[in-house]
């Protein structure tokens, strides 16, 4: 059946888009006026093209989810009604993935749909934690409460993932340099340099010849470079995405000296805060680690908290059953088994995750100041060749000269 991408008003004055399957513009058009609303434009969906598509992930940014959630909470104590506070959202969220996701929760409710189903629509956008977790709050009648506390969730996780970034950006901005500085040398340069050297004739030291064929090769074929560059960075990603090769990768990231300690401390604080957050809204512990799991943003210990829920499935508490998880800190095995003795364990894993944030922050300084000099090692090395490639020809046509 044909589709017909269209936009509408309703008799609020909100405007929608979206696509509409019918057997042709007419029928389109009095499925939409039957709804109530005012059609601005209509026209046959011609489907995406290199031009429209949207190549970005669907997921919103957490700095969104933090603004749905907290905004949500506070409407809805206020005594506000759920669609009412689902179109005063609309109205002030800016991004707009969030006005799309908003809107289609909006018009699902319209539609019949209770806030759960609505929110599970949305799934490729929103995170399981929160389809689940509102999923719970409607039960219980608690949703302001449950909103609130996916907001602070949201929020400490935004907070965590700022301070990686942070910390990470100086060594980007190194590598960046460095990448910079080795191009300007060979192609501005050393081409320069490499015509007055010629012109001294003699023969040229083996690491004079080398670093005059590279500049030579990167100033006619940049193209080439630029299209090995690039295949090699979507390989790496195709890579990391498939089964072996993310499996691989979350091993790496787990046994690098430095950069294994960061992974670590990170996971452990979230599937602390996750966990937190799931067990304090009223979902059960087997439930938790399935959506705890796809959090950590590891394929080991993704891995592993599936053997876990397996153990947990089987009867077993939970200390014991991520105990054989080797990757994460021993301290989280004694807190989770403190928590299930005294009947507190969603206020120990919250406080667990305090103290993990900042062994994460800590560990995520310690790689920093490790790939400073590392970065700019590689850039005096880089830099040394080419002045050491260009200076020997001349020292040795001096010395020829001095004699």
Avoid at 12 to 40: F, M, P
Avoid at 117 to 136: C, G, N, R
């Amino acid at each position: 059946m044909p589709k017909f991408r269209y936009e509408v008003v309703d008799a609020k004055g909100k405007q929608s888009s979206g696509v509409i399957e019918a057997n042709n513009v007419n029928d389109a058009s009095r499925l939409l006026k039957a709804d109530g609303k005012y059609i601005a434009s209509i026209k046959a969906d011609t489907g995406a093209s290199i031009l429209t598509a949207d190549i970005s992930s669907p997921k919103l940014k957490t700095k969104d989810l933090v603004i749905i959630s907290r905004q949500l909470a506070s409407l809805l104590s206020a005594g506000i009604t759920i669609i009412r506070a689902l179109d005063m959202l609309y109205q002030q969220v800016e991004s707009k993935k969030a006005k799309n996701v908003v809107g289609a929760i909006y018009e699902s409710i319209q539609s019949g749909k209770t806030l759960s189903e609505a929110f599970k629509e949305q799934s490729a956008a929103l995170p399981s934690i929160m389809v689940t977790m509102v999923s719970a709050g409607e039960e219980s009648g608690k949703l302001d409460e449950v909103m609130l506390r996916l907001a602070d969730h949201f929020q400490k996780e935004a907070k965590l993932k700022n301070k990686v970034s942070s910390a990470l950006v100086y060594p980007k901005i190194l590598a960046f340099v460095t990448a910079v500085v080795t191009v300007g040398l060979m192609v501005f340069v050393v081409p320069r340099l490499s015509d007055t050297i010629n012109e001294l004739g003699g023969e040229l030291p083996a690491l004079t010849k080398g670093v005059m064929a590279f500049s030579q090769s990167l100033v006619k074929f940049w193209y080439i470079y630029i299209l090995v560059v690039a295949a090699i960075v979507v390989s790496f990603k195709v890579w990391k995405k498939s089964e072996s090769g993310s499996l691989t990768w979350a091993k790496l990231m787990l046994k690098f000296p430095i950069v294994g300690k960061s992974t670590k401390m990170t996971a452990a604080a979230r599937f602390t805060r996750t966990m937190a957050t799931l067990l304090r809204s009223g979902i059960s512990v087997l439930q938790a680690i399935e959506i705890t799991s796809a959090t950590l943003d590891n394929k080991i210990l993704e891995k592993r908290l599936y053997d876990a829920r397996i153990d947990i499935r089987k009867g077993m508490n939970l200390s014991k059953a991520i105990r054989p998880i080797k990757e994460f800190p021993p301290m989280i095995y004694a807190m989770v088994a403190i928590g299930e003795e005294s009947g507190t364990l969603d206020s120990i894993l919250d406080k667990a995750a305090d103290f993990f944030e900042d062994e994460a922050d800590s560990a995520t300084a310690k790689l920093t100041a490790a790939l400073e000099p590392c970065m700019i090692i590689i850039m005096a090395i880089v830099v040394g060749l080419v002045v050491a490639a260009c200076g020997l020809p001349i020292f040795k046509m001096a010395s020829f000269i001095n004699i």
